[in-house]
């Protein structure tokens, strides 16, 4: 098992660019996270997915939007990529039966 | 909105030290969740807590439900216990997470 993926690892967008992150998992898991951590802040939820078709605002959805293409994926898009949305993104599924939360690797991206 | 607060920020040990990371929060929750990011940003989840103690291995978690706290412990610490350790609330499909102790472990 593979576990959770992301690409990319690493980006840099100017400002006004747009980009989707794309997120895989292969643990049949129904529930799906996107969160950003900046330094001093830890984590936080921009959106997640309880289950196939359907998706939720977390905390600081603004700038973003998602896509549960189905059960494996859960993709992140920045329209207009801003300076502010510079950030390591990491992605998350989580088991119905222990939630117990499984995290990708994480994607550095720098908006300049 | 629930906050989440750790205690302390930093923490260093000498090998074999026993210690004590600390989280509060603020309203009811379903369960808590301490996860783990190496230095390289992996992050991994250690326990899931919905009330009293769970061990694993040198690791052992506790919470008080009545409190709003819980703690984990690391006995006979090691190096590779160096990290950042995360705790996170969980209100069912939402969580909100502190902003992690940094543990560094002097051989």
């Known amino acids: 098992n593979a576990g959770v993926t992301q690409t990319p690892k690493f980006q840099v967008l100017k400002t006004g660019q747009s980009m989707t992150l794309q997120c895989a998992q292969d643990m049949n898991h129904n529930s799906m996270y996107w969160y950003r951590q900046d330094p001093g802040m830890g984590l936080r939820l921009i959106y997640y997915s309880a289950s196939e078709g359907t998706t939720d605002k977390g905390e600081v959805p603004n700038g973003y939007n998602v896509s549960r293409l189905n059960k494996r994926e859960f993709s992140l898009r920045l329209e207009s990529a801003a300076p502010s949305q510079t950030s390591v993104y990491f992605c998350?599924?989580?088991?119905?039966?222990?939630?117990?939360?499984?995290f990708g690797p994480g994607t550095r991206l720098t908006v300049t | 909105k629930n906050e989440v607060e750790q205690s302390p920020q930093n923490l260093t040990a000498q090998e074999g030290e026993f210690i004590t990371i600390n989280c509060s929060y603020s309203v009811g929750i379903s369960a808590l969740h301490w996860l783990q990011q190496h230095p390289g940003g992996g992050i991994v989840s250690l326990f899931m807590?919905?009330?009293g103690k769970k061990k694993h291995g040198r690791l052992i978690a506790t919470i008080n439900i009545q409190e709003k706290h819980s703690s984990l412990h690391i006995t006979a610490s090691h190096p590779r216990d160096s990290a950042v350790y995360i705790c996170a609330v969980d209100f069912g499909n939402q969580f909100y997470f502190g902003t992690g102790t940094s543990l560094t472990v002097i051989p």
């Open positions: 807590l919905s009330s």
């Open positions: 998350a599924s989580s088991d119905r039966n222990t939630y117990e939360q499984y």
